[in-house]
């Protein structure tokens, strides 16, 4: 017997291009805010803290450079 794997249902794109910037944005500045408290959580677990530094800075350089852009 297979095993199916149910596709993720897509979510409507919204009407704006702005509404998607604004949530792109938001998500990524939540997330910074996120890993910021993992890799203090994972003081003991060095590869895991470089992990969520190296996530930290690429997300940090990818908002910095969306907020340039308008």
Do not use: K
């Given at each position: 017997?297979?095993?199916?794997?149910?596709f993720?249902?897509?979510?409507?794109?919204?009407?704006?291009?702005?509404?998607?910037?604004?949530?792109?944005?938001?998500?990524v500045?939540?997330?910074?805010?996120?890993?910021?408290?993992?890799a203090?959580?994972?003081?003991?677990?060095?590869?895991?803290?470089?992990?969520?530094?190296?996530?930290?800075?690429?997300?940090?350089?990818?908002?910095?450079?969306?907020?340039?852009?308008?």
């Amino acid at each position: 017997m297979s095993n199916v794997v149910p596709f993720p249902v897509r979510v409507a794109a919204p009407e704006s291009e702005d509404a998607l910037d604004l949530d792109l944005i938001t998500a990524v500045d939540v997330a910074i805010r996120d890993l910021r408290d993992i890799a203090f959580r994972l003081r003991g677990d060095v590869s895991g803290q470089e992990q969520a530094h190296e996530c930290l800075d690429m997300l940090t350089r990818a908002l910095e450079a969306a907020r340039a852009q308008g």
